[in-house]
């Protein structure tokens, strides 16, 4: 139980267009689901943090008008890259916890090359 | 803010030694994650852990929360175990319901046939 999916696994975009990823909790409802990047041999790091039917909260130098978060069903979060650049290529993260709960349950990884 | 700090960076062993990774945080927190993470990025949670000890297979994790101090062992090593090991918490303690984590900088761990 308590499987998060990710989709794409990797993508490859050009400089200026925009990438969704999503992330699903499969068999349990996700009230809370969190984004999380990691750049080459770099910690992971917290972009924001999504609560169902709410907007989003983003972490001090994360641009909310670049990574827009959706997260509109208690089984569906999206993060959308807007006008990517090289810079944003990077290891995006999901993961999601059960209502009430403080176990984070991590999807797979996206991987995002923007040439 | 929370910070998270690792030890040690990188661990080379031969297998079947005893492995020890250890975290310090710097907040108050609600509870520690411990995970592992293999060369093509994927992360497995490996324990969540609030108090105490808990224990899975060959690996043990403790916290002592007045120290602020976590260890993950590995008892036993086995090649296969050889991944990145990071260690977690809460960045800001709230007191109820989950936050998003501060991870630390992780444990490259290599363990020798």
């Known amino acids: 139980g308590a499987v998060v999916s990710q989709h794409p696994s990797w993508v490859i975009c050009k400089s200026g267009t925009s990438v969704k990823i999503e992330c699903r909790s499969l068999?349990?409802?996700?009230?809370?689901m969190f984004w999380y990047r990691q750049f080459p041999k770099q910690s992971l790091m917290l972009m924001a943090t999504s609560n169902e039917g709410s907007k989003a909260t983003y972490e001090q130098g994360v641009e909310k008008d670049k990574f827009l978060i959706n997260h509109a069903s208690l089984t569906l979060s999206t993060l959308t890259v807007t006008s990517a650049h090289p810079e944003d290529s990077s290891f995006y993260i999901c993961s999601a916890t059960q209502i009430g709960g403080y176990e984070q349950y991590f999807g797979p990884g996206t991987r995002l090359t923007v040439t | 803010k929370n910070e998270v700090e690792q030890s040690p960076q990188n661990l080379t062993a031969q297998e079947g030694e005893f492995i020890t990774i250890n975290c310090s945080y710097s907040?108050?927190?609600?509870?520690l994650h411990w995970l592992q993470q293999h060369p093509g990025g994927g992360i497995v949670s490996l324990f969540m852990?609030?108090?105490g000890k808990k224990k899975h297979g060959r690996l043990i994790a403790t916290i002592n929360i007045q120290e602020k101090h976590s260890s993950l062992h590995i008892t036993a090593s086995h090649p296969r175990d050889s991944a990145v090991y990071i260690c977690a918490s809460p960045g800001r303690y709230s007191g109820g319901g989950a936050d998003g984590l501060t991870f630390g900088k992780g444990t490259h761990l290599i363990i020798q046939p």
């Open positions: 907040v108050g927190i609600s509870a």
């Open positions: 852990l609030s108090s």
């Open positions: 068999d349990f409802q996700a009230t809370t």
